[in-house]
């Protein structure tokens, strides 16, 4: 039998030894026992490392303090010092455990219970497990003195363990045995052991490692094959994160340049340097149109969102927007623009933006970096005359006070358009729907994108035929020969809607009453004008000023556009009513024959599609599709137009 080996000069046998930096030991148990009466009967005490306890009846399975107590040993804990003893020397227990015990194993070797401590008696050793290392110095310190060095293998090398002393020794990777002997690390053979090599075909083992060799004979040293995949996978990883972030910032810049570029075609497309240039020419003065940027009526509209719509018609739909100066303000943005009409748009744009005048709906700028030119006015809030007239609750409210009020302010408004603005203006498009309130109910005149512009030294203008049907002026819609006397047709209709309180055109009505002035007309010719007024204005008692009205709309819907007052004489004779409370002129011209049977004939030359004439009549802003003239369309109650 080989010799037995022992802890340096003890007692203490060792059981194994392991290069790792184990080493299992039996090691003695300490005894302290006593006879009843007190006297010690046995006592060994041999060299132990254990912790102090207080014995007491044990728990099976639980050494926490009762019949026993355990601790762990802590790291670079080198030794402990162990007394044994009892209180009063175990007089007062039973003779079947009079002894005390301390002993240091292996966890895994002893479990606590009654019958493991009453075995004790009769058992000298339990196993135990020491960590050991190599002297108390660090690798550094051990290899500057070769010759107590302990890595003596040229394939080991140095390693510090965690318990805090020495140093142990270990063989490198692809090498196995004893580090501390001389050759004593051999090369290990990867290619026996197909958990130690990654080849999917032929192996060949070299010294610490070993090479795949493929079939097509290309050979490569396996570990290092696999830190170069690994190595290529993470380069291929990283490059392809660095092209996926550069390929979006490109993306990103080439949207942004393709985003200006565009802008930029938009806002010369629009005429953009031609209205920068008028700009500039009227710099010093403060009404002045501004050119908004598409960000800053984007944000004024939360990117035109749903709900900042406040009114959509046939061309166009209108937003309400907060600007950045806190105004509020009506956006409009058109759905068609005629890029051959751009400077007559610029040249409106400007004019309209100088028309100082309370009762005209202010254009303060546009956006011109769309594809259709964005339009921004001063925002009304009380609904047009038309939603007043025809809703039965609001037409309640709308007194004849009111009523006059709001047409002696709409006259007032057209006349200086026609006659007083430099170069007079004719509106084309008068209609109770482009006339709106505040909450004052002044009269707000809307809606230039069917004006024209009239040259200083001409009176009429040749176009093709542009309006909102029941409106539209029968001499203009047979010869196209637009003045400012059609203007005052289409306001002859609006003061008929606010004496009868209907529809310029409404196909609910009976045949020979769908055209409301037609209808006006023949009811004079009866003398059954009381019959036809709107009962909410009858009962206030108003019948002079009623007939006075209703004789100055049967003049204002004269057939011939010479037989019609001027916008300023209506509203010189609305404005004196107003404030006088009679007529002042107490004219009563005959109505001729060829009034009504020309204006029936013309109007029902046409088919309507939208039943009562007025295209725009949820907006009144409905403007931009103006500014620029559209080629002819029947069907939806416009007759647009290309000069």
């Known amino acids: 039998m080989p010799p037995t080996p022992f802890w340096t000069n003890s007692t203490i046998q060792i059981t194994n030894i392991s290069l790792k930096g184990q080493m299992r030991v039996l090691q003695f148990i300490a005894k302290d026992c006593y006879s009843q009466n007190g006297t010690r009967v046995l006592y060994h005490d041999p060299w132990i490392i254990v912790p102090l306890g207080f014995m007491d009846d044990p728990i099976n399975g639980s050494c926490s303090g009762f019949g026993c107590c355990q601790i762990p040993i802590p790291k670079q804990v080198r030794t402990v010092n162990v007394t044994l003893g009892s209180f009063d020397n175990f007089t007062n227990v039973s003779d079947f455990n009079n002894c005390g015990y301390a002993f240091l194993a292996e966890e895994s070797a002893f479990t606590f219970s009654a019958s493991s401590l009453s075995n004790l008696r009769n058992e000298e050793m339990l196993p135990m497990v020491v960590d050991w290392a190599v002297g108390e110095g660090t690798c550094k310190e051990a290899q500057n003195n070769i010759s107590s060095y302990a890595c003596k293998s040229e394939n080991s090398y140095c390693y510090e363990p965690n318990n805090g002393y020495g140093y142990r020794c270990h063989c490198k990777d692809g090498y196995q045995g004893n580090p501390y002997l001389y050759d004593g690390c051999k090369d290990t053979d990867e290619c026996q052991d197909p958990s130690l090599n990654d080849c999917e075909h032929k192996c060949k083992n070299t010294l610490g490692s070993f090479r795949c060799i493929c079939p097509e004979g290309h050979h490569g040293d ?25 390929g979006c910032c490109l993306y990103l810049e080439l949207n942004r340049r393709k985003l200006v570029t565009m802008k930029r075609k938009f806002f010369l497309q629009n005429g953009g340097l031609l209205l920068q240039e008028q700009l500039i020419r009227k710099e010093k003065s403060t009404d002045t149109a501004k050119i908004f940027t598409s960000a800053e009526l984007k944000k004024a509209t939360n990117n035109f969102h749903n709900s900042r719509i406040i009114g959509q018609g046939g061309f166009g739909t209108v937003y309400k927007g907060f600007l950045s100066d806190n105004r509020i303000v009506a956006i409009k943005k058109s ?8 400077e007559q748009f610029i040249n409106e744009v400007i004019v309209l933006s100088q028309i100082n005048h309370k009762n005209v709906v202010r254009l303060l700028g546009c956006c011109l970096e769309s594809q259709v030119p964005l339009l921004v006015y001063e925002f009304i809030n009380n609904g047009t005359l038309f939603e007043h007239i025809n809703n ?3 037409a309640c409210f709308l007194s004849w006070d009111k009523r006059l009020i709001i047409a002696a302010e709409a006259a007032r408004v057209l006349a200086y358009l026609n006659s007083a603005a430099s170069p007079p203006i004719i509106h ?4 109770s729907a ?22 200083i030294d001409q009176t009429q203008l040749s176009t093709v ?7 539209l002026d029968p001499e203009y819609m047979q010869t196209n020969q637009l003045t400012g006397k059609s203007d005052v047709y289409s306001f002859g209709v609006v003061l008929v809607e606010l004496l009868t309180g209907k529809k310029a055109l409404s196909y609910d009505r009976p045949e020979e009453e769908r055209s409301l002035a037609n209808y006006f007309l023949s009811t004079l010719k009866q003398s059954n004008l009381l019959q036809f007024l709107d009962d909410n204005i009858v009962c206030e008692g108003n019948i002079e000023e009623l007939t006075s009205v209703a004789t100055l709309a049967k003049r204002c819907l004269h057939v011939k556009g010479e037989h019609r007052p001027s916008m300023k004489e209506v509203a010189m004779e609305l404005e004196g009513l107003r404030l006088a409370g009679k007529h002042s002129w107490n004219q009563t011209e005959p109505i001729e024959e060829e009034s009504e049977s020309l ?7 046409f088919a309507i599609a939208n039943g009562d004439g007025n295209s725009s009549i949820a907006t009144g802003y409905d403007s931009i599709r103006d500014h620029i003239t559209l080629p002819v369309v029947v069907g939806r109650g416009i007759m647009s137009e290309v000069i």
């Open 335 to 342: 759905k068609q623009v005629d890029p051959n009409q751009v």
């Open 428 to 431: 084309r498009d008068v209609k």
């Open 599 to 605: 204006l029936s004939g013309r109007m029902n030359a």
């Open 222 to 246: 396996g570990k290092k094959r696999k830190r170069l995949i690994q190595l290529l996978c993470i380069r291929i990883a990283i490059g392809v994160s660095v092209l996926m972030l550069a």
């Open 434 to 455: 482009n006339i709106l309130l505040d909450n004052n109910f002044t009269a707000k005149v809307s809606d230039f994108g069917a004006s024209r512009l009239v040259p």
């Open 392 to 394: 039965k609750t609001k």
């Open 465 to 471: 035929v542009q309006g909102t049907f029941g409106y």
